[in-house]
């Protein structure tokens, strides 16, 4: 008598078992049935992923059998028997197995209405494939296929055949004879041409020829009647049909990445379109026919030009009034750019542009725009901008409208001033400023509660905007490579807050085998001066402090990295602890000295709200007189780094005027270096391990 434990040590045990309770019970429900519902129901016979590396001999006597599923297991052939005494089966699904070939008397199947051979090896078809006269749905994904059947076209109850992922180069002469196909998707394959009969595929709806190397669409393409869906991306099209039969109801238009170099005059008559991607092609000038609009403007939600030559756009593009998302810049995604154009070359919008009220989604980059209608606020929907690396000098005041705009692309543009009313964005959580001429941020912008990003690298800001102290959500803030020339006593202090993630009480306190820095409290340590053998220290008598190699080596072993790399003109620039101009992943606190204050803040300080489960952060040295005990410090400590390391600061002596207590945070316009670090930080074991995983 076999055990458990046999079943256990022996899998292919455990799946004859499984094979023969699931042929009896089959066989079972076949005597007991009644029921005409219920006979059709146990008619079914399901033997997926029951790793079988050879078809079951006992499935062969089950004449009455119309639903065989043979999903996800290891077969690398069918037996010829099957298709000589299964004349019953309806739906055949032999997906995921790694089936060679078919029998040669496969067509006897010939009641078969539905085939699933995908996600499998084979090379050819059988000739008697033609055969199966009844077959309505063919689905051969991701084989290896080169071929299909001459006489494949006689299969002329087919509506939906799938034999993407191929290695197809050519379709039968007589394919156009399905005439009742609707659903054809060759994508993936190495399609050169289509037979010039296709055109006689009358019923198709939907076609994907995507991913293949067709240069031309033959004249009988132009006379689907019905066609609703075309994906042609990925080709080397030069050139569509001159005329469209289905124009009236095409619905979704994609030919992207080819080289268009013009569009035919029956896109001008797509009156229920509804999505349209000609993005990465070779189109130029004003390419869209000027009855566009007017004829698609109560249809089109998508409209991508994006990555063309484009110089204008008709001047009723304001009739597109259903559209939601318009792409008219780079091609390519934003962390791929360089310093090159990929967008289109508009230098202007229509002046209509502002009754697109419906548009969502609004991609303008990398183009050549000097400025932006005075109607482009009166986008009520926008929610999404990018217009970065442009050539614009100034927004419009109707900019300020936009009050659902949450994120705004201004980046690499020439603007010197915004909008006194920029503020009123009341919604903007991402706003990109950087690579412009701004030399002060507008009163307003400290209305803007909702920010949590705000990049301002790369400008001309002269002294940290006071309204920042009142943007309280920020976690993201880039103020690197300005011009700021504040001396050191207004110099604000932003502590870096790390973003480990609040405590749950019901975990340990161990975090993956490591102590959780969020339960052990950080220590401040205090720099101090190291006394030599022959001099005595004195508590109480308070004297300048001695700057030695040995205090250095102290404040650097205590400083850590902080942000990201900002690829500029220079080259990438990593963000130090030491930069009062960068902070990331965590809320933004400031303390600021009463000459730098407004209002009622406290002269003291004014802090950012934090969540009090919030883990204790580092913070940096209090302030004091520093007094070099050499006159010069690059002599005496030489750089040996074998690649560029942060630069360490030294506050510049006063004279008598003494020094406020408050927190320092070096910058290089009002301090001078003293040492370069000339060892790696050291860093706590498993503090970055999970920085990626979001």
């Not at 030399?439 to 002269?462: I, K, M, W």
Request: aromatic fraction near 6%; include cysteine.
């Amino acid at each position: 008598m076999e055990t458990n434990s046999d079943v256990d040590e022996n899998p292919d045990l455990a799946n004859d078992r499984s094979l023969q309770d699931i042929l009896s019970r089959f066989k079972n429900q076949q005597l007991s049935s009644n029921h005409k519902a219920e006979k059709e129901e146990n008619h079914v016979l399901c033997l997926k992923s029951l790793d079988l590396s050879s078809f079951p001999e006992s499935v062969l006597d089950l004449t009455h059998v119309e639903h065989l599923v043979l999903d996800h297991n290891s077969l690398d052939s069918l037996p010829g028997q099957l298709c000589n005494t299964l004349t019953h089966l309806g739906v055949l699904s032999v997906m995921g197995n790694d089936l060679e070939t078919l029998p040669a008397s496969f067509g006897n199947l010939t009641l078969l209405r539905e085939l699933h051979l995908g996600e499998n090896c084979l090379q050819e078809l059988p000739d008697s494939f033609s055969d199966l006269k009844e077959l309505r749905k063919l689905y051969l994904t991701g084989n290896e296929l080169r071929t299909l059947p001459c006489d494949f076209g006689h299969l002329e109850h087919l509506e939906i055949f799938m034999v993407d992922e191929n290695h197809l180069k050519t379709l039968p002469k007589m394919f156009g004879s399905l005439r009742r196909l609707e659903t054809f998707d060759a994508s993936n394959n190495k399609l050169e041409v289509l037979p010039e009969l296709f055109g006689g595929l009358s019923c198709l709806k939907v076609l994907n020829l995507s991913s293949n190397k067709l240069s031309c669409l033959p004249e009988s393409f132009g006379n689907l009647p019905r066609l609703q869906e075309v994906e042609l991306s990925g080709n080397s099209l030069s050139f569509l049909t001159k005329d469209l039969k289905s124009s009236h109801c095409l619905k979704k238009l994609y030919v992207d990445n080819n080289v268009l170099k013009e569009l035919p005059s029956w896109v001008g008559l797509l009156s229920s379109i509804q999505e349209m991607s000609l993005r990465d092609n070779k189109l130029m000038n004003q390419p869209l026919p000027e009855s566009f609009p007017a004829c698609s403007g109560r249809s089109l939600r998508l409209l991508d030009l994006s990555g063309n030559f484009i110089t204008a756009l008709p001047a009723s593009m304001g009739q597109l009034e259903t559209l939601e998302s318009l792409h008219l810049g780079s091609a390519i995604g934003e962390l791929e750019r360089r310093h090159f154009q990929n967008g289109n070359w508009l230098c202007v919008l229509p002046e209509n542009f502002g009754r697109l009220r419906h548009l969502r989604r609004v991609h303008l980059d990398e183009n050549q725009l000097t400025h932006l209608p005075e109607s482009f606020g009166d986008l009520s929907s926008l929610e999404f901008l990018d217009v970065g690396q442009n050539w614009l000098k100034e927004l419009p005041n109707s900019f300020c409208h936009l009050n659902n705009l949450q994120f705004c692309q201004l980046s690499k543009n020439h603007l010197q001033l915004l909008p006194s009313n920029f503020g009123h964005l009341s919604s903007l959580v991402d706003l990109r400023l950087d690579n412009n001429m701004l030399g002060e941020l507008p009163e307003s912008f400290a209305e803007l509660q909702t920010l949590r990003t705000l990049d301002l690298f790369c400008n001309e800001l002269r002294e940290v905007p006071g309204a920042l102290k009142y943007l309280t959500n920020i976690t993201r803030l880039d103020m690197d490579k300005n011009k700021f020339s504040l001396p050191p006593e207004l110099v604000p202090n932003i502590i870096f807050k790390p973003t480990y993630a609040a405590r749950d009480p019901r975990l340990q306190d161990s975090w993956r085998g490591r102590n959780r820095a969020d339960r052990n409290k950080v220590e401040v340590l205090k720099l101090e001066p190291l006394p030599s053998e022959e001099e005595e220290t004195d508590e109480e008598k308070e004297e300048p402090i001695q700057w030695n190699d040995s205090i250095l080596r102290q404040a650097m072993a205590k400083s850590m990295s902080l942000w990201r790399a900002h690829t500029s003109d220079e080259g990438s620039h990593t963000r130090v602890e030491g930069s009062h101009t960068g902070i990331e992943n965590g809320p933004m606190s400031m303390t600021f000295n009463s000459q730098f204050s407004d209002g009622d803040v406290s002269t003291e300080e004014s802090t950012g709200t934090t969540s009090p489960e919030s883990p204790v952060s580092p913070t940096f040295p209090s302030a004091i007189s520093f007094v070099p005990e050499t006159e010069n410090w690059e002599d005496e400590i030489e750089d040996t780094s074998p690649w560029e390391m942060p630069v360490y600061y030294r506050r510049p002596s006063r004279g008598d005027k003494g020094t406020s207590e408050m927190q320092f945070v070096p910058c290089k316009d009002h301090v001078e270096p003293v040492a370069r670090i000339r060892f790696l930080y050291t860093v706590e074991d498993g503090q970055f391990e999970d920085a990626d995983e979001d």
